[in-house]
Nanobody
Framework: QVQLVESGGGLVQAGGSLRLSCVGS????????MGWYRQAPGKQRELVAT???????NYADSVKGRFTISRDNAKNTVYLQSNSLKPEDTAVYYC???????????WGQGTQVTVSS
């Protein structure tokens, strides 16, 4: 049974920072492309950032220069360091894994990030 569990969300003032974590079980992250997505109320889910098998990264334009995705395969964990947060960053943030051999996709349950003005 594959499980992805996010943590680190919460309430923060504009300009503040949060570090989100995603820990996997029943899955080895070294065989997966990892990503963070978010969904705000009334909006579609959107890509935030991805990190590849050997560490290559991709970011949405809206978070470039503010967010950093990283991974620690030994801990089976992926992180999202979110700095200079804005109210428009408010959303549920989801962890995503895509297994390279089969392209099977897994999702976490999400963690709420709320940025107040």
């Amino acid at each position: 049974q594959v499980q992805l569990v996010e943590s680190g969300g919460g309430l923060v003032q504009a300009g503040g920072s949060l570090r989100l974590s995603c820990v996997g079980s029943g899955i080895t992250f070294n065989n997966n492309i990892m990503g963070w997505y978010r969904q705000a109320p009334g909006k579609q889910r959107e890509l935030v950032a991805t990190i590849g098998i050997v560490g290559g990264t991709n970011y949405a334009d809206s978070v470039k220069g503010r967010f950093t995705i990283s991974r620690d395969n030994a801990k089976n964990t992926v992180y999202l360091q979110s700095n200079s947060l804005k109210p428009e960053d408010t959303a549920v943030y989801y962890c995503n894994a895509r297994t390279i051999v089969t392209n099977q996709v897994y999702w976490g349950q999400g963690t709420q990030v709320t940025v107040s003005s």
